[in-house]
């Protein structure tokens, strides 16, 4: 699969932080293309771009001419073309548990303190900044205690969620730990999430994928 590999993507987004961290664990060329969620009242509502991403959201991943959204759409679409290293386990059993760790970060914690969510409680409830930041942190906890159970007291976590090698669900654990920092959320109580984080920030795929690491960070 020699067409270019274009990652649409903000530096901030937790959802493009997760496919940035993918495509470099799989040792993948890749060009980014920032769309600023803020400036110009947010890029990604832009013609040009809501034409290949109807959602206005990112990261898009686009691959020669086939366009790619949602990112654990991508993450998984990306373990398919290129199979090696695997982000997801041989089992039909390990990939349901990986799987359902990178949800309830992607699907249950993240949608309720997107970027979206928190404008709209802004500009349409009048929502007071304090009010919005202990919703953010009420979600984040909340979704964090039960990862915390499940990864603690499971034997199939090892160094990182699922065994000696990163895969999915520090994709998405990884950017999710980055944003509850960002509001504040005290994380001494989750232990485990911290030791594999740290585990996971010493790989140069996970640093390179940091957010103060992109070219748009400082734009």
């Not at 940035?20 to 890029?43: C, M, S, W």
């Not at 709209?120 to 909340?142: L, S």
């Not at 959320?185 to 984080?197: H, K, S, Y």
Request: net charge neutral; proline share 6%.
């Amino acid at each position: 699969m020699a067409e270019q590999l274009r990652l649409y993507s903000y530096w901030r987004s937790s959802a493009a932080y997760r496919v940035r961290i993918g495509l470099n664990l799989k040792g993948l060329a890749f060009e980014t293309l920032p769309v600023h969620l803020v400036r110009d009242g947010g890029q990604q509502h832009a013609a040009g771009y809501v034409a290949k991403n109807p959602q206005h959201m990112v990261p898009t991943l686009q691959h020669g001419e086939r366009v790619i959204r949602q990112s654990l759409a991508i993450l998984e679409y990306l373990d398919e073309a290129w199979p090696s290293p695997r982000l997801l386990p041989m089992t039909a059993r390990d990939r349901a548990r990986v799987r359902a760790l990178a949800q309830m970060v992607a699907c249950d914690i993240h949608p309720l303190n997107n970027l979206r969510v928190l404008q709209y409680f802004e500009g349409t409830w009048n929502v007071p900044q304090a009010e919005r930041e202990d919703w953010v942190k009420h979600w984040i906890v909340e979704g964090f205690t039960a990862i915390e159970t499940l990864l603690a007291e499971d034997a199939a976590t090892g160094v990182y969620c699922h065994g000696q090698t990163p895969g999915l669900a520090d994709c998405c654990l990884v950017p999710q730990v980055f944003n509850a920092r960002r509001f504040g959320v005290d994380m001494a109580a989750f232990p485990t999430l911290l030791r594999i984080e740290q585990a996971c920030l010493a790989l140069p795929a996970f640093d390179q994928a940091r957010p103060e690491n992109q070219p748009d960070a400082n734009a």
